[in-house]
């Protein structure tokens, strides 16, 4: 069973417990949709408490499955939000880029995770609705834009920088928080960062992709070894999945063979 | 946030009530309570002598309507129309903002049902005066659905305002201490006037140790409903009896519960008077809104105070019964499985019943508001059901059923196709618990053919009234079970099939209800004729039933065909009702 489970699978395949946190409205719901369905809705109602969803991400020499908690950003599921993010060993936490009291309350988001979920998740930030700014028409510039400064800034792009942020006041941009202070943010916290957007799908599967890429293989060995287990013990996961595996333990022993 | 913990067997935690083995709890004693509190209604023929032309035909009108007129009811008339005297900005009265422009002259402002009859003969009936009963019915289908549109946010406030006041139903919510909570139409910045009004308006009253419950203003009814330190403003052209709409604004508190819970409610208005709820109440606007909406739209559910069930097999209903209870996980309180608002099955603890009243809330959140279906994965929902308890929060698993495999996209399923499991735990991380019990269901019920058995009653619809009894002269009924506090209703199509012939529909229906369940009346038999429906309600120990047909229709054969529906769902009773339920 084992060996033809392998056979099928060549790439060794891990779940990775996802979580996103961020004000109400700065577009959670409609990341997770974008990378999980590839849709975008105008106008989507708010997520009422959190939802649950999967997708699975390539990376060249593994398959990473995310299960993903969308959790509402109203303030009254705020006292939920533990629940949600402990054990998962990813975060995003996300901002609107047109209001700089989302970048805040990401902060605060960031800096509970850094006091109370699990020491070794991976959080990103993620500034959404780029299409709302003048970066936003090109997909390139974009991704650029935030790579450069979020990783060693080159001089010529660093000049176009400063260009947007000069086009930023003088246009009808509706850019409220600049790259550069994100990015110093999320550099001083030792967050990835990105800018994206929902609505145009530009940098949305990059975050995902990121995240996959940075998640130690030594925790994705031991959150897949004790199963979907203590990586998710909250919500009850590791009852369950106790109960789950004892039907299910040929196709999960397969996938630890693969691994090695 | 509070849990509410089950302890199974001992039920000391939940609100007393009877221990009842019936799926449903019986809310009619609220209702006849709420019928039988005293009113300071004005009648409706008082509205009519506002209509010049309407006394002509009120004869015609159901008079049992008619309540006590007294002197308070002036009073309030009179204060409204010196709080809008004194507000200079305000001078565009309540009544000058009929909307003439988009519904034609003012005769067919009063036109009943008329517009059923085919369009052709919808011109013949423009001239005739029926009983006033709803203002909206010449209007065509835009009409009714720029209802639900946004009024925007222009920057003309002229326009704005115009676009307000043209709407049909309005309901406010606001604080004792006056602050704009919610509001169907427009924003707090729009409405903060109004809010001032109808708060000057109630305080007045409360001054004098009295409740203000309602009042009329031309052909507008105000109807007030205070809820702690919350009160519940209905405005209706639409011609809807109080108790209707009282119902409509406590199914709007309901939802206000469902969202904070009584206790933190109560907290947070005795630690602050002047709290702004608007902000804990974030996200949740869509929810009233989708529940105005469907109130506005006209529906049965709301009216009978009554759940509709899917129309399935005996023995399909008990596989999918035995599939629940087999699956069952071991934190489950109620599991439901529900097809686009219709009960399906339910498995539940023998101690406790469902509140119809709660279920409303659940189907609107999961079938209506776009929330929860949008998200587009499973939903973990906290969520209180007041009419079960109304001080803590149960979690809610919720999954939709792709059964429709002939349909790739899912946008492409309606709201009365998609189907949903909804698994309700007092355990807030029994997430995976529930997950677990869904895929172990859908395994069973694939097994079974349970699936494919849902998915053909869905297919099949409701039953025309011709399909129940062929050549029959009804056009349209409702059914309620009594003891099963469910409905069932024959098929909108072809006549009732646009939004605009439905709410008509259903304004016929509150007038015969209203008429059958007036205080003081011990109807059992009601015959309404009019120039362009008759219609006709029973009542028994038993169950309710309303229908309505051509104008002019035979009162003989109007009553065998009556009678006939009902032999029908007498026999088919097992069928369209859920008796009892897989219960644990």
């Given at each position: 069973?084992?060996?033809?489970?392998?056979?099928?699978?060549?790439?060794?395949?891990s779940s990775v417990k996802l979580?996103?946190?961020?004000?109400?409205?700065?577009?959670?719901?409609?990341?997770?949709?974008?990378?999980?369905?590839?849709?975008?809705?105008?106008?989507?109602?708010?997520?009422?408490?959190?939802?649950?969803?999967?997708?699975?991400?390539?990376?060249?020499?593994?398959?990473i499955k995310f299960e993903?908690?969308?959790?509402?950003?109203?303030?009254?599921?705020?006292?939920?939000?533990?629940?949600?993010?402990?054990?998962?060993q990813a975060?995003?936490?996300?901002?609107?880029?047109?209001?700089?009291?989302?970048?805040?309350?990401?902060?605060?988001?960031?800096?509970?995770?850094?006091?109370?979920?699990?020491?070794?998740?991976?959080?990103?930030?993620?500034?959404?609705?780029?299409?709302?700014?003048?970066?936003?028409?090109?997909?390139?510039?974009?991704?650029?834009?935030?790579?450069?400064?979020?990783?060693?800034?080159?001089?010529?792009?660093?000049?176009?920088?400063?260009?947007?942020?000069?086009?930023?006041?003088?246009?009808?941009?509706?850019?409220?928080?600049?790259?550069?202070?994100?990015?110093?943010?999320?550099?001083?916290?030792?967050?990835?960062?990105?800018?994206?957007?929902?609505?145009?799908?530009?940098?949305?599967?990059?975050?995902?992709?990121?995240i996959a890429?940075?998640i130690?293989?030594?925790?994705l060995?031991?959150g897949?070894?004790?199963?979907?287990?203590?990586g998710?013990?909250?919500?009850?996961?590791?009852?369950?999945?106790?109960?789950?595996?004892?039907?299910?333990?040929?196709?999960?022993?397969?996938?630890?063979?693969?691994?090695? | 946030?509070?849990?509410?913990?089950?302890?199974?067997?001992?039920?000391?935690?939940?609100?007393?009530?009877?221990?009842?083995?019936?799926?449903?709890?019986?809310?009619?004693?609220?209702?006849?309570?709420?019928?039988?509190?005293?009113?300071?209604?004005?009648?409706?023929?008082?509205?009519?002598?506002?209509?010049?032309?309407?006394?002509?035909?009120?004869?015609?009108?159901?008079?049992?309507?008619?309540?006590?007129?007294?002197?308070?009811?002036?009073?309030?008339?009179?204060?409204?129309?010196?709080?809008?005297?004194?507000?200079?900005?305000?001078?565009?009265?309540?009544?000058?903002?009929?909307?003439?422009?988009?519904?034609?002259?003012?005769?067919?402002?009063?036109?009943?049902?008329?517009?059923?009859?085919?369009?052709?003969?919808?011109?013949?009936?423009?001239?005739?005066?029926?009983?006033?009963?709803?203002?909206?019915?010449?209007?065509?289908?835009?009409?009714?659905?720029?209802?639900?549109?946004?009024?925007?946010?222009?920057?003309?406030?002229?326009?704005?305002?115009?676009?307000?006041?043209?709407?049909?139903?309005?309901?406010?919510?606001?604080?004792?201490?006056?602050?704009?909570?919610?509001?169907?139409?427009?924003?707090?910045?729009?409405?903060?006037?109004?809010?001032?009004?109808?708060?000057?308006?109630?305080?007045?009253?409360?001054?004098?140790?009295?409740?203000?419950?309602?009042?009329?203003?031309?052909?507008?009814?105000?109807?007030?409903?205070?809820?702690?330190?919350?009160?519940?403003?209905?405005?209706?052209?639409?011609?809807?009896?109080?108790?209707?709409?009282?119902?409509?604004?406590?199914?709007?508190?309901?939802?206000?519960?469902?969202?904070?819970?009584?206790?933190?409610?109560?907290?947070?208005?005795?630690?602050?008077?002047?709290?702004?709820?608007?902000?804990?109440?974030?996200?949740?606007?869509?929810?009233?809104?989708?529940?105005?909406?469907?109130?506005?739209?006209?529906?049965?559910?709301?009216?009978?105070?009554?759940?509709?069930?899917?129309?399935?097999?005996?023995?399909?209903?008990?596989?999918?019964?035995?599939?629940?209870?087999?699956?069952?996980?071991?934190?489950?309180?109620?599991?439901?499985?529900?097809?686009?608002?219709?009960?399906?099955?339910?498995?539940?603890?023998?101690?406790?019943?469902?509140?119809?009243?709660?279920?409303?809330?659940?189907?609107?959140?999961?079938?209506?508001?776009?929330?929860?279906?949008?998200?587009?994965?499973?939903?973990?929902?906290?969520?209180?059901?007041?009419?079960?308890?109304?001080?803590?929060?149960?979690?809610?698993?919720?999954?939709?059923?792709?059964?429709?495999?002939?349909?790739?996209?899912?946008?492409?399923?309606?709201?009365?196709?998609?189907?949903?499991?909804?698994?309700?735990?007092?355990?807030?991380?029994?997430?995976?618990?529930?997950?677990?019990?869904?895929?172990?269901?859908?395994?069973?019920?694939?097994?079974?053919?349970?699936?494919?058995?849902?998915?053909?009653?869905?297919?099949?619809?409701?039953?025309?009234?011709?399909?129940?009894?062929?050549?029959?002269?009804?056009?349209?009924?409702?059914?309620?079970?009594?003891?099963?506090?469910?409905?069932?209703?024959?098929?909108?199509?072809?006549?009732?099939?646009?939004?605009?012939?439905?709410?008509?529909?259903?304004?016929?229906?509150?007038?015969?209800?209203?008429?059958?369940?007036?205080?003081?009346?011990?109807?059992?038999?009601?015959?309404?004729?009019?120039?362009?429906?008759?219609?006709?309600?029973?009542?028994?120990?038993?169950?309710?039933?309303?229908?309505?047909?051509?104008?002019?229709?035979?009162?003989?054969?109007?009553?065998?065909?009556?009678?006939?529906?009902?032999?029908?769902?007498?026999?088919?009773?097992?069928?369209?009702?859920?008796?009892?339920?897989?219960?644990?």
């Amino acid at each position: 069973m084992s060996e033809s489970a392998s056979a099928n699978a060549p790439k060794p395949s891990s779940s990775v417990k996802l979580v996103l946190l961020g004000e109400a409205a700065v577009g959670k719901s409609s990341l997770v949709l974008r990378f999980v369905n590839d849709d975008f809705q105008e106008n989507k109602e708010p997520t009422i408490g959190a939802a649950f969803l999967t997708q699975k991400c390539s990376l060249p020499t593994r398959t990473i499955k995310f299960e993903i908690w969308d959790t509402a950003g109203q303030e009254r599921f705020a006292s939920l939000a533990p629940m949600y993010y402990r054990n998962a060993q990813a975060a995003l936490v996300v901002y609107d880029v047109t209001k700089p009291s989302s970048l805040t309350k990401a902060k605060h988001w960031v800096a509970e995770l850094q006091r109370q979920a699990s020491p070794g998740i991976v959080i990103a930030l993620v500034g959404n609705k780029l299409d709302l700014t003048n970066d936003g028409g090109d997909v390139s510039e974009a991704a650029v834009a935030a790579q450069s400064e979020s990783e060693s800034a080159q001089e010529g792009e660093e000049g176009a920088n400063e260009e947007d942020d000069a086009q930023d006041a003088v246009s009808g941009d509706a850019r409220r928080v600049s790259t550069r202070e994100a990015t110093g943010y999320a550099e001083e916290e030792g967050l990835l960062f990105f800018e994206t957007s929902a609505k145009t799908g530009t940098n949305v599967v990059d975050v995902f992709t990121a995240i996959a890429n940075a998640i130690p293989e030594s925790s994705l060995k031991t959150g897949r070894g004790t199963g979907a287990g203590t990586g998710q013990t909250s919500l009850g996961r590791s009852a369950e999945d106790s109960r789950v595996n004892l039907d299910d333990r040929n196709a999960a022993t397969a996938k630890e063979g693969c691994a090695c | 946030m509070g849990t509410v913990t089950v302890q199974r067997g001992s039920g000391h935690l939940y609100p007393p009530r009877p221990n009842t083995l019936s799926l449903l709890n019986d809310e009619t004693g609220s209702r006849a309570a709420l019928q039988a509190e005293a009113t300071t209604a004005i009648s409706r023929t008082d509205i009519e002598t506002q209509l010049p032309e309407a006394s002509e035909s009120a004869h015609s009108t159901l008079a049992v309507r008619a309540l006590a007129q007294g002197p308070k009811a002036k009073a309030s008339l009179g204060q409204l129309a010196s709080a809008r005297g004194s507000e200079a900005g305000d001078s565009a009265s309540i009544r000058s903002s009929i909307p003439n422009g988009d519904s034609g002259d003012v005769e067919s402002l009063f036109m009943d049902f008329a517009a059923i009859a085919p369009s052709s003969q919808r011109q013949e009936a423009t001239g005739l005066l029926d009983f006033p009963e709803f203002a909206a019915d010449d209007i065509d289908d835009d009409g009714i659905l720029s209802e639900f549109e946004a009024v925007g946010e222009l920057n003309e406030e002229d326009l704005l305002l115009q676009r307000w006041k043209a709407k049909r139903k309005h309901y406010v919510i606001l604080s004792a201490a006056g602050k704009p909570i919610w509001t169907r139409h427009g924003d707090s910045g729009l409405i903060s006037g109004y809010v001032g009004v109808i708060q000057t308006i109630i305080s007045f009253y409360e001054e004098a140790n009295d409740h203000l419950r309602g009042f009329s203003a031309g052909d507008t009814r105000f109807v007030v409903l205070t809820r702690g330190s919350l009160h519940l403003v209905a405005i209706s052209r639409m011609m809807e009896s109080d108790n209707q709409l009282r119902l409509q604004l406590e199914a709007l508190y309901m939802q206000i519960l469902s969202t904070l819970t009584l206790p933190s409610l109560t907290h947070l208005f005795s630690v602050r008077p002047s709290t702004d709820l608007s902000r804990p109440l974030q996200g949740s606007e869509s929810l009233l809104s989708s529940l105005a909406d469907s109130f506005t739209r006209g529906s049965p559910s709301t009216l009978l105070s009554a759940l509709e069930c899917l129309k399935i097999r005996k023995q399909h209903r008990q596989a999918i019964n035995n599939a629940l209870l087999k699956t069952k996980a071991s934190s489950l309180l109620y599991g439901l499985l529900v097809a686009g608002g219709r009960l399906v099955s339910v498995v539940r603890p023998k101690k406790h019943s469902l509140h119809p009243g709660d279920l409303q809330l659940l189907f609107n959140m999961v079938f209506e508001a776009d929330g929860v279906k949008a998200g587009g994965g499973e939903s973990w929902i906290p969520v209180c059901l007041p009419g079960f308890n109304n001080s803590g929060y149960l979690y809610m698993y919720v999954s939709f059923l792709d059964i429709r495999d002939d349909i790739e996209n899912s946008a492409e399923i309606t709201k009365d196709e998609s189907v949903a499991i909804v698994l309700i735990s007092p355990d807030k991380e029994a997430f995976f618990e529930m997950q677990g019990m869904r895929d172990a269901l859908v395994t069973q019920m694939e097994k079974n053919g349970s699936l494919k058995e849902i998915k053909t009653a869905i297919d099949n619809g409701r039953p025309t009234t011709t399909d129940i009894v062929p050549g029959t002269v009804l056009h349209h009924f409702l059914y309620k079970s009594r003891a099963n506090v469910q409905f069932t209703m024959s098929s909108y199509a072809p006549e009732f099939s646009s939004v605009t012939r439905r709410r008509r529909l259903m304004s016929i229906y509150n007038n015969l209800h209203a008429s059958i369940h007036a205080k003081n009346t011990h109807v059992k038999v009601h015959h309404c004729v009019s120039r362009s429906a008759t219609s006709f309600g029973w009542v028994t120990p038993v169950f309710e039933f309303y229908c309505i047909a051509e104008p002019n229709t035979n009162r003989n054969a109007l009553a065998q065909s009556a009678s006939k529906i009902a032999q029908w769902v007498q026999r088919e009773e097992e069928r369209l009702f859920i008796i009892g339920g897989a219960v644990f």
